[in-house]
């Protein structure tokens, strides 16, 4: 029933000081040994999802920039959703209005990002909503940063694309994540997990949530549908 998984990074596999769960990485390891398509779905740059699925072990499939990127594999050449001309204009502009204040931003490697664009948590996100309320971006506080996006684009609806490119439907996978930037994600997956330390809309959307946190929460979360996969 189940082919694949596609899982969050920040927040599932990770713990809130963003140290990654060791079950999580052996877990991860024994799908893509068992050979279950397992991709890496985060609002992370680029450069960093291809250097967690070489240190991970994945095949290397990824989501980056909350679906604004995503590539198949590690010789596949990456896709860019949505352009970052308006995401731009709209960081100029909340730059400027901080900046009036005496506050500078903390962006999240600008120079590696191709569609979003991110910063830290250090500004208020509805005093960032407020300043660009009128432009064509949509804020989404991820929970570990503040993302600047083009509106329609998530990790669910490049998640549909993805699939299409490695020959599966979306139905096919396990989807597991903790924060309003998965809730796409697992809305559209066949099966949907959001881990107990999730955002209340994702727990909303999902139809399990677990009862331990963070990467314990992943491994259980795993472990109960393992048998989906071995019914391929
Ligand atoms: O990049 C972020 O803000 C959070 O990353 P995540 O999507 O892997 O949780
Ligand atoms: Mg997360």
Do not use: W
């Not at 860019?80 to 903390?106: C, M, P, T, W, Y």
């Not at 962006?107 to 664009?117: E, G, K, N, Q």
């Not at 570990?144 to 669910?156: D, M, R, V, Y």
Request: hydrophobic residues 40%; proline residues 3%.
């Amino acid at each position: 029933m189940l082919k694949a998984l596609i899982t969050d990074i920040d927040g599932t596999i990770t713990g809130p000081d963003r140290r990654i769960h060791t079950g999580a990485i052996e877990t991860i390891r024994s799908l893509v040994d068992d050979g279950v398509e397992v991709v890496l779905a985060s609002g992370n740059a680029s450069c960093l999802m291809d250097a967690l699925c070489k240190m991970i072990g994945t095949k290397g499939t990824f989501i980056a920039e909350n679906g604004g990127v995503y590539r198949i594999g590690f010789t596949g050449t990456p896709r860019i959703i949505g352009g970052q001309k308006a995401v731009r204009i709209a960081l100029d502009a909340i730059q400027a209005h901080f900046s009036r204040k005496g506050v500078e931003l903390n962006l999240y490697s600008p120079t590696y990002r191709f569609a979003d664009l991110a910063f830290a948590r250090t500004v208020a996100v509805e005093e960032v909503r407020e300043v660009i309320r009128d432009h064509p971006v949509q804020v989404i506080d991820t929970g570990f940063a503040i993302h600047l996006q083009t509106p329609g684009i998530s990790k669910g609806t490049t998640l549909v694309m993805l699939a299409e490119a490695l020959g599966l439907k979306p139905e096919d996978f396990l989807a597991i994540g903790d924060s309003v930037n998965d809730t796409r994600m697992i809305q559209v997956a066949g099966i949907g997990i959001a881990v107990a330390n999730a955002h209340p809309d994702t727990k909303a959307a999902a139809d399990y949530v677990t009862k331990e946190p963070y990467g314990n929460g992943f491994v259980e979360g795993v472990k109960k549908y393992s048998s989906y996969f071995r019914a391929r």
